[in-house]
């Protein structure tokens, strides 16, 4: 009976103490840009700081495993995206956890459209341009993106196959140190999340060349889609907070309450807007179905691209 009474009376007073967000990519990315945003407005609802731990390597999984097999307290958890929940378990031969079953979904933050950028010293102006420079010089050019099976090696992968064009992938632990090797031009190309590559477009360190979403994003109403060259081409992230499975509801409930309360904040909502990120702030219910239609949108689209990880 006491052991019983005691989680019962942990979820009634949580927090009591720091909260550690998990963020599985390195710092600099629009993941981690969306985290510290949200830790840091998160506080005010729970009365205790949530600070943002970053856990890079492996495409998200390692950072993804660390909170699946952490106490489930409410006191670690996971900023997730499409690559920790969709593709990285469709791409995985040894598969560290599972989307579904180890995780307790506390709420969709945002959806967030990628871009397709370029050091400004690559010759060419639109994604027309790109495409015929890499047909013109197969096997010359390579892409960034923040890790084997992420969402923006996916971006790469299936607008190679749909334009028909040849690009080495150079994987990196994260966007930040990707995004610091575009600027250097140690790397011509990447596919990255619009947030943290819009301060490096306005500044003309980088040149957008699309965005992968099937619509112009609002914060850059010039830039085309891609799929303007390329039809059909589309792909995008998503960032929302998950506990370790076996998380109390209320404790649950409390983080969800938190995490929307935070989205609802003026200056989060117009930092948000300047990312071009769409805030949906969902219950935890309609995480957990977005998980599973995630899953199952990607499942044909890894397949007929044959990625794979080890």
């Known amino acids: 009976m006491i052991a019983s009474i005691l989680p019962a009376k942990a979820a009634e007073t949580f927090p009591e103490r720091t909260i550690t967000l998990v963020v599985p990519f390195a710092a600099g990315g629009s993941t981690d840009l969306v985290a510290r945003l949200v830790a840091a407005?998160?506080?005010?609802?729970?009365?205790?700081?949530?600070?943002?731990?970053?856990?890079?390597?492996?495409?998200?999984?390692?950072?993804?495993?660390?909170?699946?097999?952490?106490?489930?307290?409410?006191?670690?958890?996971?900023?997730?995206?499409?690559?920790?929940?969709?593709?990285?378990?469709?791409?995985?031969?040894?598969?560290?956890?599972?989307?579904?079953?180890?995780?307790?979904?506390?709420?969709?933050?945002?959806?967030?459209?990628?871009?397709?950028?370029?050091?400004?010293?690559?010759?060419?102006?639109?994604?027309?341009?790109?495409?015929?420079?890499?047909?013109?010089?197969?096997?010359?050019?390579?892409?960034?993106?923040?890790g084997n099976g992420t969402p923006l090696h996916l971006s790469g992968e299936l607008f190679k196959s749909m334009a028909g064009v040849k690009l080495e992938h150079i994987p990196y632990k994260g966007a930040g140190p990707a995004l610091n090797d575009l600027i250097g031009n140690q790397?011509?190309?990447?596919?990255?999340?619009?947030?943290?590559?819009?301060?490096?477009?306005?500044?003309?360190?980088?040149?957008?060349?699309?965005?992968?979403?099937?619509?112009?994003?609002?914060?850059?109403?010039?830039?085309?889609?891609?799929?303007?060259?390329?039809?059909?081409?589309?792909t995008y992230t998503w960032n929302a907070l998950f506990a370790p499975a076996g998380t109390p509801p209320e404790v649950v409930s409390s983080l969800n309450k938190a995490a929307n309360a935070a989205l609802a904040n003026p200056s989060v909502v117009a930092k948000m807007k300047d990312f071009s990120a769409t805030i949906v702030a969902s219950t935890p219910d309609?995480?957990?179905?977005?998980?599973?239609?995630?899953?199952?949108?990607?499942?044909?689209?890894?397949k007929s691209t044959g990625v794979t990880l080890d």
């Open 41 to 146: 407005n998160m506080a005010a609802s729970l009365g205790h700081q949530v600070i943002v731990e970053n856990v890079g390597g492996a495409g998200g999984n390692l950072g993804a495993a660390q909170v699946a097999r952490a106490d489930p307290d409410g006191y670690t958890i996971l900023m997730g995206t499409v690559a920790t929940h969709a593709l990285n378990p469709l791409m995985l031969k040894t598969k560290p956890y599972d989307p579904v079953k180890d995780f307790a979904p506390v709420s969709l933050l945002v959806l967030v459209p990628n871009v397709l950028v370029i050091n400004p010293q690559l010759p060419v102006n639109n994604v027309k341009e790109l495409v015929q420079l890499l047909k013109d010089n197969p096997e010359k050019y390579s892409y960034a993106s923040s």
């Open 286 to 302: 309609e995480l957990a179905t977005h998980v599973k239609a995630e899953i199952a949108k990607w499942e044909p689209i890894v």
């Open 187 to 234: 790397v011509s190309i990447m596919f990255d999340n619009l947030p943290s590559s819009s301060a490096h477009i306005k500044a003309g360190t980088l040149k957008a060349l699309g965005v992968t979403t099937k619509d112009r994003a609002p914060s850059f109403p010039d830039v085309p889609t891609v799929a303007e060259t390329v039809p059909g081409y589309e």
